[in-house]
């Protein structure tokens, strides 16, 4: 059975962050709010973590992860990044925006495209996951919380509960999120190509 935090989605608590990410480091799995949905998460380098979340919502590997940054710092530990790409970054960040990246060898292999070695690559604008992040000075593993089943994300942190209390470690409740997915944008070719149009000003990328 998990357990279940309720978080101030504006002024977190101290104390339910560092019990969160203390979950997150002995291996745990947990759903947590982000500017847009609800997400899975884990640490990158916990395995069975990661082969749950998979479980969870029926991944295969081709799926490509993302690595929920802290800052563009952050980010371009873990993805290969040019001059341009680093000024649009700075540009669209921190916000809804998950961006596909070629990875560096400090992501593990399992977690990028298998063949184009690619991985998603997130810098969030929500104040649950700047204090998360803050608190495990590294990365968090994640994927949205969307079911097989379903054609939307996961928005509401009691219907988490309610469904997948036995398949995880923590729920955070952070409020009632809207359910519009983040834009997806490749930046692996010298022109942005959106590949999917959701939250944020496409604008960024198109002009």
Not at 36 to 64: P, Q, T
Not at 153 to 173: C, F, N
Not at 180 to 201: A, H, Q, Y
């Amino acid at each position: 059975m998990s357990q279940f935090f309720q978080i101030h989605p504006d002024n977190p608590q101290p104390r339910l962050v560092r019990q969160a990410v203390e979950i997150m480091r002995n291996g745990g799995v947990i759903a947590y709010p982000t500017d847009s949905a609800y997400a899975l998460g884990c640490l990158m380098g916990e395995k069975k973590a990661v082969d749950r979340i998979r479980s969870i919502r029926h991944l295969d590997d081709k799926h490509n992860f993302t690595l929920v940054c802290r800052d563009l710092s952050e980010l371009a530990v873990y993805a290969q990044v040019n001059n341009s790409q680093y000024r649009l970054l700075k540009t669209a960040t921190p916000g809804p925006y998950t961006f596909i990246l070629k990875g560096t060898r400090e992501v593990p292999r399992r977690l990028m495209h298998p063949k184009r070695r690619t991985i998603g690559i997130r810098v969030p604008e929500c104040a649950i996951v700047d204090a998360l992040l803050a608190e495990i000075d590294a990365p968090i593993m994640s994927t949205t919380l969307q079911l097989p089943a379903d054609d939307q994300p996961m928005t509401d942190a009691y219907d988490i509960r309610q469904m997948l209390e036995s398949q995880l470690d923590l729920v955070i409740d952070g409020g009632y999120r809207d359910g519009d997915p983040t834009t997806v944008v490749s930046l692996l070719n010298d022109t942005p190509e959106i590949l999917r149009e959701g939250k944020g000003n496409i604008r960024l990328f198109t002009t």
